[in-house]
Nanobody, 116 residues
């Protein structure tokens, strides 16, 4: 059974940093496309960043390049999202997403709030 479990969200002041984690389990091959999405109140869910496994090709939303970094730890089956220089407009629920075997899987989401 595939599971994605996010962690690392919370309250942070503008200009601060957070690192989100997505622990993945249940995959039986290493060819997976992992992504982070976010959804702010009243807005549609949007793609933040993508990393392909096992080769670690990455892609980012243009507006987030330079502030956010997606990475993975194969040994821990975990994908990370390092978020720096956070702004109030980054406030959203962040979701981990995996595309594997023709199916799409979602985590439960983790809340990130950027506020002073």
């Amino acid at each position: 059974q595939v599971q994605l479990v996010e962690s690392g969200g919370g309250l942070v002041q503008p200009g601060g940093s957070l690192r989100l984690s997505c622990a993945a389990s249940g995959f039986t091959s290493s060819s997976i496309v992992m992504s982070w999405y976010r959804q702010a109140p009243g807005k549609e869910r949007e793609l933040v960043a993508t990393i392909t496994l096992p080769y670690s090709f990455t892609n980012y939303a243009d507006s987030l390049k330079g502030r956010f970094t997606i990475s993975r730890d194969n040994a821990k089956n975990t994908v990370y999202l390092q978020m720096n220089s956070l702004k109030p407009e980054d406030t959203a629920v962040y979701y981990c997403n995996a595309k594997w075997g023709g199916r799409t899987y979602w985590g439960q989401g983790t809340q990130v709030t950027v506020s002073s």
